[in-house]
C-alpha cells in the first residue's frame, strides 16, 4: 500500500490534471458516508480532492475513484456567484480510527449537493491513509468562513 506522501502525489496530481490553475489551491481528502443503499451494496464511501483558496472565496470538488486513483467525474466550483448554502452538519466518531470527522454540505445554485467529512487522517479505501492534520485544520477555518458568508 502506498505511503501517505505518495497519495498525496497522485491525488494532487488528479487534481492538477483537472483544473487550470491548480496551483492556487490548498488540497485536502474528503469522503462521504455512503447512502442506506450503497451501504447494503458494501460500496465504499464516495471520495474528493477539495481544493480551496481564501481569495477569493472558492471550494473545488474533484471526485476521485479510490479503488483506481484516477479522476471520478468532472470537478465543480463553488465560490461566491453560485454557493445556494454551506453548514457544518454533525462530527463523526471513528472509533476505529481514534479520529473525529467535521461533516459538511454545501450546494451551488444548479441543485448540485455536496455532503463530506474532512478529517486529519483521509482515508482512501482500499489504497491507504494520508496524514493532513495541519491542512484539515486549515481546510476547517475556510469552511467556517465560507459559512459565515453563505
Not at 481544493?51 to 484516477?70: F, M, N, Q
Amino acid at each position: 500500500m502506498p505511503g501517505s506522501d505518495e497519495l498525496k502525489e497522485t491525488l494532487s496530481g488528479i487534481f492538477d490534471a483537472q483544473i487550470p490553475n491548480h496551483g492556487d489551491y490548498n488540497l485536502v481528502l474528503a469522503s462521504a458516508r455512503p447512502g442506506l443503499r450503497a451501504a447494503a451494496l458494501g460500496r465504499p464511501p464516495r471520495c474528493y480532492v477539495l481544493g480551496y483558496r481564501w481569495r477569493p472565496h472558492e471550494l473545488v470538488i474533484a471526485p476521485v475513484d479510490a479503488a483506481s486513483l484516477t479522476a471520478g467525474s468532472t470537478p465543480v466550483t463553488i465560490n461566491m456567484t453560485n454557493l445556494s448554502h454551506a453548514v457544518r452538519r454533525a462530527e463523526r466518531h471513528a472509533a476505529d480510527k481514534g479520529w473525529a470527522e467535521k461533516e459538511y454540505e454545501v450546494g451551488n445554485t444548479t441543485g448540485r449537493i455536496f455532503r463530506f467529512g474532512v478529517a486529519a487522517e483521509g482515508l482512501l479505501p482500499g489504497s491507504g491513509s494520508i496524514d493532513q492534520a495541519g491542512d484539515a485544520e486549515d481546510f476547517h477555518n475556510f469552511m467556517a468562513s465560507l459559512i459565515s458568508m453563505a
